[in-house]
């Protein structure tokens, strides 16, 4: 893999030629941390700090989103592509993977395919598998697609806000006036991606977990207990998977977890001493 230097931030090249921009700090094994939807590098900022006194922390934007490029044809496995870019990389040919919502699904996905992990941790994957929340319309990948494809990147947020997080329209409504809705168009583009990576998981169905059987080594998924209910549901149906799974429920804690709680426990997870 090659790989360049530009100023504090780093690239490598993945398989079909995108650049995927990263930054690294630490020393110790390698982790890397893979955003949900929405998400830049600088997102997981707060967490890497916490964990680089004990892993090499390695921080990305996914392809599509800040300083990554994007390929002409979006598919799930270009995305694991870039992982695998990463773990050859800067991650020295092995990496531990920690992913947030739908970048929980996409590091559970890039394991079950052979990609070297040697523990991973999840928070959350947004699985809809009960009756507490409306399933995915059947055709909102479809609709996003649509939305981004004339460039309603305003409106694409606000659908994903609504229908897949299940935001009040009102609230949202606020939010397209704040400052930080221009960030969220800019990446809103990359919305159809994380559609694609949930695949049937947020149909209100039983959770296809024979989806992921080939991922054997340890994963510990973690859940708040003060979110939506089917957050923690989905979470408690993967743990069931197998005997690799371990639950983890952090009291008090919603989607948005506190970087301050979620580092110790992917420190004591990961094999390190407690982040401080």
Known sequence: ???TVDNAVEKVVSADGTAIAYEKQGTGPA????????MTRGASAELAALLAGHFTVITY???GRGESGDGSAYE??????DIDALIEGPGGGSAMLFGMSSGAVLALEATARGSAVPRLALYEPPFVTDDSRPPLPADYVAHLT????RGAYGDAVEYFMTVAVGVPGEMVAGMRQAPFWADLEAVAHTLPYDGRIMGESMSG?????ERWASVTVPVLVGSGDRGAPHM???ARELAAAGDNYTLRVFPGEEH????QVMAPALAAFFGGAEAR
């Open 1 to 3: 893999m090659s790989r």
């Open 31 to 38: 982790v890397v941390l893979v955003g949900g939807a929405l």
């Open 61 to 63: 934007d996914r392809r």
């Open 76 to 81: 799930v496995r270009r995305e694991i592509e």
């Open 146 to 149: 649509e939305l981004t494809g």
């Open 205 to 209: 169905r039983p959770l296809p977990v």
């Open 232 to 234: 923690l549901t989905g």
């Open 256 to 259: 948005d977890i506190s970087a």
